[in-house]
């Protein structure tokens, strides 16, 4: 199949994945830019606009999709459940969170009033788990390099997850965030955990789930953990600007 903007159309599943994303990003787009003319706070309004960059984002990843740009048919490798056959890779998906999940880790930390240090590690660490990502998606010339990669993966999320559950957390506490932080690092976390299991579930891996649910399963995992997400912490921001009191992401000083 050539035509993957066709390709798309064609399938109910795959189509309303896509389509659905793109509307609500945008919904979430306008929604935050609306409330964010109030705030006055300068850090304030550096967690607000690293939300809207997440939505940003997302539209143009689904716009990628959408127009096939970002999709190809891959030849599965010997081993893989779906070997020698022609199988639909959304890998645009996994290029775009290199751009959009850094955004939800530096609100985070930010809003954890965590230090400089910490959000660049957590950051570093996300970038490569999803440039890892990619490779084991693209990677087709042998089975067992495809699930090296996504442990290599799994082993820069495992750093993420040290930063969400250990580090700022306490960071949180100390800044008088510690709740709110609570409630966005839980919903986080879990949506996150979900992602490398559609993967390994998904067409690309083990290929119990066909690529509409693979895509789907991907999509609603990104309405909880981008939308639902900035929408709480945007309205967060909103009513408790004074919350976010330090102004520098500056280590602080003893
Ligand atoms: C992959 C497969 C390899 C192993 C791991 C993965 C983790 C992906 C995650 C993605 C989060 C994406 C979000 C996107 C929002 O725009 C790459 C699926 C660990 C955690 C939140």
Redesign the pocket.
């Known amino acids: 199949m050539d035509n993957m903007y066709r390709a798309v159309l064609d399938s109910a599943a795959l189509a309303s994945s896509i389509y659905v994303n793109i509307a609500l990003a945008g919904f979430t787009l306008i929604l935050i830019a609306m409330w964010s003319r109030g705030i006055r706070n300068p850090r304030a309004r550096l967690i607000t606009y690293a939300t809207m960059m997440i939505s940003v984002v ?1 539209i143009s990843s689904y716009m990628g999709l959408a127009s096939g740009l970002t999709i190809d048919t891959l030849v599965m490798p010997d081993g893989h459940p779906l070997a020698g056959e022609e199988t639909i890779s959304l890998w645009g998906r ?1 290029l775009t ?1 290199t751009f ?2 850094p955004f ?1 880790l530096l609100a985070l930390g930010l809003m954890a009033g965590s230090t400089a240090d910490k959000i660049f590690s957590a950051i570093v660490l996300d970038v490569f ?2 440039l890892t ?1 990619l490779a ?1 998606a693209l990677t087709t010339s042998s089975y067992l390099m495809r699930w090296f990669w ?1 442990l290599l ?2 082993a820069f ?1 495992l750093g993420v997850l040290y930063y969400l559950l250990a580090e700022w957390p306490k960071d949180a506490e100390a800044q008088g965030t510690g709740k709110i932080f609570n409630t966005l690092k839980l919903l986080t976390v879990f949506m ?1 955990i979900g ?2 299991i559609i ?1 390994a579930l998904g067409n690309e891996g083990l290929a119990v789930l066909d690529v509409g649910i693979t895509s789907w399963g991907y999509s609603f995992l ?1 309405i909880i ?2 939308y639902l997400f900035t929408i709480l912490l945007v309205l967060y921001v909103k009513k408790e600007p004074d919350a976010i009191t330090s102004t520098s992401v500056a280590p602080a000083t003893a």
């Open positions: 997302s996994y969170w959009s999940t939800i788990m999803c990502g084991a996504y993966s799994t999320f996150w992602y490398p993967w990104d953990a981008k």
